[in-house]
């Protein structure tokens, strides 16, 4: 195995400070170092790289491309670090972290609601949530639990079935300008708001209304259902969105469903955690929270 290249964290820390000031003094002022220790490492670095990082002009420091290219670098590391350090000051010795991983719509509008309260019950456990457009997390080993949209098969997993949905179409009311629709095709009629994670959505809408628009796969594509629904508040178009993402804004008045054709989807939202995990404390808490939220 080829050796590593890997500086010292002190080696960085002296680049940077160098290449922030352009001075190796002033650099090893805030390091609390002498200015040549702070020349020595960066030209330990500089020989490993086998690349200057600055050059020397009438005694000032200016960065070369290379070395331009290396702080950003750096920077990633050292805020990575800090960020990383501070993370665990957070936390007591009888702590437990949980990760969980969910998609960003589901996340923001049914997950984060639905927790209330789970830190107060089961204060030892930190929840460390983070956005996943994929539910591969689980089996790469970077969440202990997993919420998702699909069908529920999945190898080495247990999936819990949490609810369906149906997806209707919303938009502004100042879109549909005072008027009511005379059919659904005239929806084509207006920009048709697309996801990215559903790309059929629209196309499948108008099938079952025994329609066939050209426009269905026309019109500004979005990430995640939570921007199409900002974009269809802010009157840009029509979106087609599970109902339940919308149900505020719906209650509110600030969209309306221009043609009342609910249609069902496919799939289902799931929580998942590996088989093996099945008894492990911290994941069955969080299991067991959310089932509670499904009273027979």
């Known amino acids: 195995m080829s050796k590593r290249l890997v500086p010292s964290m002190t080696a960085l820390q002296c680049f940077e400070a160098a290449a922030r000031h352009l001075s190796f003094t002033r650099a090893a002022e805030e390091l609390h170092l002498t200015q040549s220790a702070v020349s020595k490492q960066v030209a330990q670095l500089e020989e490993m790289l086998r690349h200057h990082l600055f050059l020397r002009i009438r005694r000032r420091l200016q960065l070369t491309p290379a070395g331009s290219l290396y702080l950003a670098e750096v920077n990633k590391i050292l805020t990575q670090v800090d960020m990383s350090s501070r993370y665990v000051l957070t936390y007591g010795e009888q702590t437990e972290i949980l990760k969980v991983a969910t998609q960003p719509s589901f996340g923001v509008r049914w997950l984060i609601p639905h927790l209330k309260g789970f830190g107060k019950r089961h204060p030892n456990i930190h929840l460390d949530i983070r956005n996943e457009m994929e539910p591969f997390a689980l089996l790469q080993g970077s969440a202990d639990v997993v919420f998702f949209y699909g069908q529920g098969t999945w190898p080495g997993a247990t999936c819990v079935e949490l609810f369906g949905e149906e997806v209707v179409p919303v938009c502004a009311p100042e879109l549909l300008a005072g008027r009511e629709l005379g059919s659904a095709a005239e929806l084509a009629e207006l920009v ?11 196309h499948e809408w108008f099938l079952e209304l025994e329609l066939h628009s050209v426009s269905a796969y026309h019109g500004p594509r979005f990430d ?63 299991v067991e929270w959310i089932r509670e939220q499904f009273p027979a």
């Open 224 to 286: 995640t259902f939570y921007m199409a629904l900002s974009a269809a508040q802010s009157g840009c178009g029509v979106a087609l969105v599970p109902r339940y993402l919308a149900a505020k804004e719906l209650a509110e008045g600030s969209l309306v469903i221009p043609w009342n054709h609910p249609m069902r989807s496919a799939g289902a939202h799931y929580l998942a955690y590996a088989e093996h995990a099945a008894e492990v404390p911290k994941v069955r808490a969080l």
């Open 192 to 202: 048709l708001l697309q996801s990215t994670s559903r790309p059929e959505a629209w």
